[in-house]
């Protein structure tokens, strides 16, 4: 009665101790698992046939941890460069931006607009002002039989935009405008000074010679063109030929017309009397080089839409990414339990 009780009495200790811990490992963490394994100690017997049955699972549930570790490390990656090319991206639009491109195209035309020709002649006295057409300059005669004057001009006297001290006569003249009979003006000054070395007369020519005579206050509109417009010279003893190209330039709502100019030089032999020299003239031609205009835009190549469908293909990248690997580790830890559980199986079958 004794050995009976005894034995009883050990196979409900053994049983409390072991087998009671191992019904509770489902509901448990590792930690704890891993704890119980401690205290219920197997036989070497156990130890064999646990080892026999657990590898085919643990390779199975590694392979797959490594394969899913390897997964999020490449869409980790993928997120970087996503970033990176949103990144880039935003950085060339905001370039694109700030540097448009500058496009240059022509225009023919039959006339052009008649500019103006602002001529600064100082104590120089104007004597002919001619229009002529296909080149065909006329002999010059001596000054003091020039009567030609068939151009229309207007003259202003207004004070230096950049010192109200300077008084300023300027000759407006109306400029060429029938470029294909080759329309041009020809105007001719004299001046008698001797104390200078060099002399020279300035010009100014601006977009519309109609403008000014529409304006209301005609000194402060000379006063706007010489600070938007650029002056040059023509040097006495020569016959200085211009030829003019007309370039619109169109920006960011703001829209200007340049005048470029190319210049001639052809020394004037002066055949008068010595006496007669020390009036010096002055001689100048102009007319439109080609009838094309030439005219310059600010494009900005950066497309806003474009730039969008690229920034939400990335951010949908990104987000697909995120889910991806949220799934991976939920999955992760859903391999990891049902290893676990296995493991735990095997464990209470062994015991």
Request: with cysteine; proline share 5%.
């Given at each position: ?88 991206t935003i950085s060339d639009f905001m370039e694109k931006l ?45 000054p003091d039989r020039l009567e030609g004057r068939n151009c ?125 020299q020390a009036n010096e003239l002055f001689f100048v031609v ?66």
């Amino acid at each position: 009665m004794l050995r009976r009780d005894a034995s009883r009495s050990y196979q409900e200790f053994n049983g409390e101790d072991c087998a009671g811990p191992l019904g509770s490992y489902q509901n448990n963490d590792v930690s704890e698992v891993e704890q119980d394994q401690a205290s219920c100690d197997p036989s070497p017997d156990e130890d064999v046939v646990d080892n026999n049955l657990m590898p085919i699972g643990f390779n199975k549930a590694c392979v797959k941890n490594v394969f899913t570790v390897i997964l999020v490390l490449i869409y980790l990656l993928l997120t970087t460069v996503a970033v990176f090319l949103a990144y880039q991206t935003i950085s060339d639009f905001m370039e694109k931006l700030n540097h448009p491109v500058m496009s240059v195209s022509y225009k023919e035309v039959e006339e052009f607009a008649a500019p103006g020709i602002a001529l600064y002649p100082g104590k120089a006295q104007l004597l002919s002002c001619m229009h002529h057409y296909h080149d065909n300059i006329p002999p010059l005669v001596a000054p003091d039989r020039l009567e030609g004057r068939n151009c229309v001009k207007e003259d202003v006297i207004y004070h230096g935009p950049y010192s109200n001290q300077t008084q300023k006569r300027a000759i407006v003249v109306r400029g060429p405008t029938d470029v294909r009979n080759r329309e041009l003006i020809f105007l001719q000054f004299s001046r008698n000074e001797t104390e200078e070395d060099f002399s020279a007369i300035s010009y100014m020519i601006f977009a519309k010679f109609s403008d000014m005579l529409e304006s209301s206050d005609k000194a402060a509109f000379m006063m706007d063109c010489e600070r938007n417009y650029s002056m040059w010279t023509f040097s006495g003893g020569f016959r200085t030929w211009v030829k003019m190209s007309l370039v619109k330039t169109s920006g960011r709502g703001n829209e200007s017309v340049e005048f470029r100019q190319e210049s001639n030089v052809v020394k004037y032999i002066d055949k008068r009397p010595p006496q007669e020299q020390a009036n010096e003239l002055f001689f100048v031609v102009f007319q439109w080089r080609d009838p094309f205009i030439q005219q310059v835009k600010d494009i900005v190549t950066a497309n806003p839409w474009n730039t969008i469908a690229i920034l939400c293909g990335v951010f949908m990248a990104l987000f697909k990414a995120a889910d991806f690997a949220k799934l991976s580790i939920k999955w992760m830890i859903k391999i990891r339990k049902r290893h676990l559980s296995a493991k735990m199986r095997e464990l209470t079958q062994i015991s």
